[in-house]
C-alpha cells in the first residue's frame, strides 16, 4: 500500500514539474518581398533568427524583429519594427503583447505585419504606410498594442502583405 501511494505522490509531482516546464512559443517568418533577411534579435542583443522559425521553451520577452534589406541599424532602426514578449499569463492582463513600432529611429520600410496563431487567431495588426494608425508613432500609443492572454502563444510575422 505504501509504494503505490509513493508512486501515485511521484506521479502527480511529475505531471505538475512537466506542467510548469511546459511553456513554448514559436515565431515563424512570411517573407513575401523576395528580398531582405527576417531578423529576430533578444533583450540582450543576441541573434535569435535569420529568417527561421524560432522556438523557445519559457518566455520571449522584449524581441524585437524586423525585415533586414540593407538599410536596417542592429535594432532594427530605419525600418518598421515588430515587439514582441511572449509569456503565459500568471495573472489577468500578464499575458503576451505584440506590437507594431514606428517611433524614431524607426520608420516605414515595408509593410509589415504578425498574428497570433492557435488560441488568440486572428489578433494581430498589419501597417502598410508611414501612418498606418496600427503602429506605435510616440510612446503613448498603447492602444496599438495586441494582447494574448492564451498559454503558449506563437507569432507568425509576415513582410510584404
Known amino acids: 500500500m505504501f509504494s503505490s501511494l509513493k508512486v501515485a505522490a511521484l506521479s502527480v509531482l511529475a505531471l505538475a514539474a512537466g506542467q510548469a516546464l511546459a511553456e513554448s512559443h514559436t515565431v ?71 506590437d507594431l513600432s514606428l517611433i524614431a529611429p524607426h520608420s516605414f520600410s515595408v509593410t509589415t505585419g504578425f498574428g497570433y496563431v492557435g488560441a488568440c487567431a486572428p489578433a494581430g495588426a498589419d501597417c502598410n504606410n508611414a501612418n498606418c494608425n496600427t503602429a506605435f508613432h510616440q510612446p503613448s500609443d498603447t492602444f496599438v498594442q495586441v494582447a494574448c492572454q492564451k498559454d503558449n502563444a506563437n507569432l507568425v510575422i509576415t513582410f510584404c502583405l
Do not use: H, K
Request: positive net charge; charged residues 10%.
Open 28 to 98: 515563424t517568418f512570411d517573407n513575401r518581398c523576395g528580398r531582405g533577411t527576417p531578423m529576430l534579435i533578444s533583450q540582450t542583443g543576441a541573434v535569435l533568427s535569420t529568417g527561421g522559425a524560432y522556438t523557445i521553451n519559457g518566455p520571449l520577452r522584449g524581441a524585437i524583429a524586423y525585415l533586414q534589406t540593407g538599410n536596417c541599424g542592429f535594432n532594427g532602426e530605419r525600418c518598421t519594427l515588430v515587439e514582441t514578449t511572449l509569456v503565459n499569463p500568471s495573472t489577468a492582463g500578464s499575458g503576451s503583447s505584440t
